[in-house]
């Protein structure tokens, strides 16, 4: 067993409400100054700037899981991980046939853009990443493990685009058992929402800019993958 500290959910400059600071080598330079080990990035409904952090990592001791943050057709945000970028693009081809396409407006949503490994611009993503896919959650589910991913959804106590607010509660035929919370302890979460004490809890950075990234969640994990990440969740949350 290893201890590690992670954050399994950034942004960068792909998802148009992140900062233009969050280039490639400043989140791993970001990630190395917190002692981060391991980082998701997680950018919505997009994953074209995961290979450039992954290459931007190389070498520094810092591991990057390819990610996603898909919105479903209920506008539920859930945090999608993966062992290999492979199965990541293959997910991303489902996303792509799901997501509405409709143009971003660059000044009233924020620029989204792709950046190779240094940060240089290499495109700009034309259609509005923060829609809600066509997906519904139990579909995303579905294709996110039958890829051998991780399905976790995210900010669910958060009022906008978070499952409990949404929904008014977890549906209990997807056999959810690990929720992401944000902003706020699991003591908090569990007076608020007390049905909540069967599942498994884990705070989120979902970090925007490079001062959400402190490597908050510590983990003791037997190794990298999504598997045993998803058996730490279970054992210490």
Request: hydrophobic residues 45%; contains cysteine; proline residues 6%.
């Amino acid at each position: 067993m290893k201890t590690l500290r992670a954050d399994l959910h950034i942004h960068t400059v792909l998802s148009p409400c992140a900062t233009l600071e969050m280039l490639p080598p400043f989140i791993v330079q970001r990630a190395l100054e917190t002692n981060t080990n391991l980082i998701a990035i997680t950018d919505h409904n997009a994953s074209a700037n995961v290979p450039a952090v992954m290459k931007a990592a190389e070498g520094t001791g810092l591991t990057v899981l390819p990610g996603i943050e898909l919105a479903t057709a209920e506008e539920i945000h859930v945090v999608c991980l993966f062992d290999t970028y492979a199965q990541l693009f293959d997910f991303q081809k489902i996303v792509d046939r799901y997501l509405p396409n409709i143009p971003n407006n660059p000044d009233f949503f924020g620029m989204q853009l792709i950046v190779d490994a240094e940060g240089n611009f290499v495109a700009t993503e034309d259609r509005l990443l923060s829609n809600a896919t066509q997906l519904s959650l139990s579909e995303a589910q579905f294709h996110v493990l039958s890829l051998g991913g991780l399905f976790i959804p995210a900010h669910v106590n958060r009022e906008e685009n978070g499952l409990l607010p949404r929904l008014g509660g977890v549906p209990p035929e997807l056999n959810l058992t690990v929720l992401e919370i944000s902003h706020i302890t699991k003591t908090e979460v569990l007076q608020r929402y007390p049905y909540l004490k069967d599942y498994h809890l884990i705070p989120g950075a979902d970090a925007h800019d490079l001062d959400g990234i402190t490597g908050a969640l510590t983990l003791e994990v037997e190794d990298l993958s999504v598997a045993s990440l998803q058996r730490a969740f279970k054992s210490q949350f």
